[in-house]
């Protein structure tokens, strides 16, 4: 008797689990098919959502480019899902487009969030990000590199930035400007070279966009500099202060001209 109920049950898990993963695997056949856009509506939900959460959705409005989990979600996921496509690249089991498409809702919704806040740098941000993200979903030889993907490597700084802005330490912002200097000052070249060895030109539309997009980044990469050089200058004077002030030789003040 125990014998039949123990294989009742092995056949009954066996059953649940066979249909699990033909639900499972009908889900990904629709959702990986090469003309469905469920790969856009179902993180575009998210973004919208939490957008709209952040303007009515509590007492007091917060700012959407502030909440860092749900931009974490969205870091994290299209690093994951473009490791994915490039590890595969193989479109019958994983399309570049599910990458593209990711990313594309949510830097729609950024790009109204940047537009009603006006900032200037961070709406051209969005705008060439998004532009781009067309741009691969469109063109052939972008989805054949699997450009998306790679350009996802560039949001890899993005978590070391939110580090060092919540502890406030150099150790962590330092290491923020070296993984920046790494994932978008060196690798965004190596993107362009890519595609200009591919054939696009360097008057094509996609070409002046992304050095445009490189052009932003240098930018900010100016700024990162600037405040590890004046930090550094700042230490340096402190410990100027704190030598002059433990130092039992005084030296002699300088005469007036």
């Known amino acids: 008797g125990s014998m ?16 699990s993963m033909s639900l499972f695997t009908d889900f990904w056949t629709a959702y990986n098919a090469p003309d469905t856009l469920l790969p856009l509506y179902l993180p575009l939900t998210l973004w919208v959502g939490g957008f ?3 303007k009515v959705g509590t007492k007091t409005p917060s700012n959407f480019h502030e909440w860092t989990a749900l931009h974490s979600v969205h870091n ?11 590890y595969t690249a193989n479109d019958d089991i994983f399309r570049e487009r599910i990458v593209t498409l990711f990313t594309t809702g949510y830097f729609v919704v950024d790009l109204v969030d940047c537009a009603t806040r006006m900032d200037g740098p ?26 998306t993907s790679k350009a996802a490597l560039l949001e890899a700084s993005t978590p070391f930035l939110y580090l060092a802005k919540k502890t406030r330490k150099p150790e962590h912002f330092g290491l923020f400007a070296l993984v920046f200097t790494i994932c978008r000052i060196l690798w965004v070249p190596y993107m362009m070279k890519q595609i200009l060895d591919g054939g696009i030109g360097v008057t094509d539309p996609i070409f002046i966009v992304l050095a445009g997009f490189y052009g932003l980044n240098l930018f900010w990469w100016y700024k990162i500099l600037r405040i590890i050089v004046r930090g550094s200058s700042d230490a340096s004077s402190k ?3 704190s030598n002059g002030i433990t130092n039992t030789r005084q030296d002699p003040p300088n005469k007036e001209k």
Do not use: K, W
């Not at 039949?4 to 249909?19: E, F, I, L, M, W």
């Not at 994290?76 to 490039?86: C, K, N």
């Open 4 to 19: 039949v109920r123990y294989n009742g049950t092995t056949q009954g898990r066996s059953t649940v689990s066979a249909s």
């Open 122 to 147: 961070y709406t051209f941000h969005a705008v060439t990000s998004l532009f781009l993200c067309l741009a691969n979903y469109f063109t052939p030889l972008c989805q054949e590199l699997r450009m």
């Open 239 to 241: 410990n100027d202060d």
């Open 52 to 54: 709209v959460y952040c």
């Open 76 to 86: 994290y996921g299209v690093i994951l899902l473009g490791q994915i496509s490039m």
